[in-house]
T-cell receptor
């Protein structure tokens, strides 16, 4: 069974631009969560989507948004990029139907904002 | 809100030494607990998990026991190898989101 895939793996953008990251979950998984990983803040939860609906949300500004499609694939969008948005963005999928489902992580997208 | 506190690193050990990485948590609910490992340039891999009090998770010689009374989930391994060098994250999962510790970098020298 294929794992979680994320595209692109690397991105370079400039301040003020916007960016869209993509995540394809493991087949059959309906929950997709997004995390931001930075050296200073560690791993922080952005949001979770389940069956095309945002089910949970972390403490990030409205510039960070996401969506999930009917095939469970998810996209995350960041508008008006700031230097501090440079990070590794990780996506994780799970079955999502139990509170303790295991999450499987993708390799991440490394975003650099210049 | 929920939080996870991990033993600060980095940790450097010689091969075959005993490893302990401390992890304590605070949670409003009744979370599941996890240890993840991250190798350079890669995403997170689940190392082990425990879903209720007194459960012991184990994998690849690593163990951790869910201690509700001390709100702890310490990671242990009896004899580390060079290949265990990585960053280890303690995490809790509750109500649809994971909360991670800051990570502990382990370096094992031959």
């Amino acid at each position: 069974k294929a794992g979680v895939t994320q595209t692109p793996r690397y991105l370079i953008k400039t301040r003020g631009q916007q960016v869209t990251l993509s995540c394809s979950p493991i087949s059959g998984h309906r929950s997709v969560s997004w995390y931001q990983q930075t050296p200073g803040q560690g791993l922080q939860f952005l949001f979770e989507y389940f069956s095309e609906t945002q089910r949970n949300k972390g403490n990030f500004p409205g510039r960070f948004s996401g969506r999930q499609f009917s095939n469970s694939r998810s996209e995350m969008n960041v508008s008006t990029l700031e230097l501090g948005d440079s990070a590794l963005y990780l996506c994780a999928s799970s079955l999502g139907d139990r509170p303790h489902n295991e999450q499987f992580f993708g390799p991440g997208t490394r975003l650099t904002v210049l | 809100g929920d939080s996870v506190t991990q033993m600060e690193g980095p940790v450097t050990l010689s091969e075959e030494a005993f490893l302990t990485i401390n992890c304590t948590y605070t949670a409003t609910g009744y979370p599941s607990l996890f240890w993840y490992v991250q190798y350079p340039g890669e995403g997170l891999q689940l190392l082990l998990k425990a879903t209720k009090a007194d459960d012991k998770g184990s994998n690849k010689g690593f163990e951790a026991t869910y201690r509700k009374e001390t709100t702890s989930f310490h990671l242990e391994k009896g004899s580390v190898q060079v290949s265990d060098s990585a960053v280890y994250f303690c995490a809790l999962y509750d109500a649809g989101k994971s909360t991670f510790g800051d990570g502990t970098t382990l370096t094992v020298k031959p």
